[in-house]
């Protein structure tokens, strides 16, 4: 497979529209039980207020996970990802009821040589940025 996004498309500052994720509690049990991260800060109510923690918060791998599936959705192929980087600087607080919602964005920061592009990733939730330093290298066609 190829990426979609042509090279010759996108300048610097083309910005990618923003999505939105939900995020359930089922999520984070079904990403526990892939990753092995069974901690019960992600998945228990009572142990997470006890860590002093607002509720269950999401994995951090799992924010940047969503993140990383946004730029590969963009790119129109998971491949094209040849560099993928972030910071966690927040918290994905995950309530019972209703859940939360990740909004992710992107803008193109750099084209390099060879049909590839840096992508300036934003991921926030409640209006917090969750993510920094989120960029991808991405190759284009």
């Not at 990618?16 to 939900?22: C, G, H, M």
């Amino acid at each position: 497979m190829t990426a979609t996004v042509k090279y010759d498309e996108v300048e610097v500052g083309t910005e990618i529209p923003a999505r939105t994720f939900p995020v359930s509690r089922l999520n984070l049990v079904m990403y526990a039980g892939a990753s092995g991260d069974f901690n019960p800060i992600h998945w228990n109510e009572t142990f997470a207020k006890s860590a002093f923690l607002p509720d269950v918060i999401a994995h951090g791998m799992f924010t940047m996970a969503q993140a990383g599936r946004f730029v590969t959705d963009w790119a129109g192929d998971p491949g094209a990802v040849l560099d993928y980087g972030v910071r966690f600087s927040g918290m994905v607080v995950v309530p019972n009821d209703g859940g939360a919602t990740l909004e992710i964005s992107g803008t193109v920061e750099e084209k390099l040589d060879g049909n590839k592009v840096v992508v300036n990733v934003v991921a926030k939730a409640n209006d917090q940025k969750v993510l920094t330093r989120a960029k991808a290298t991405v190759q284009l066609a």
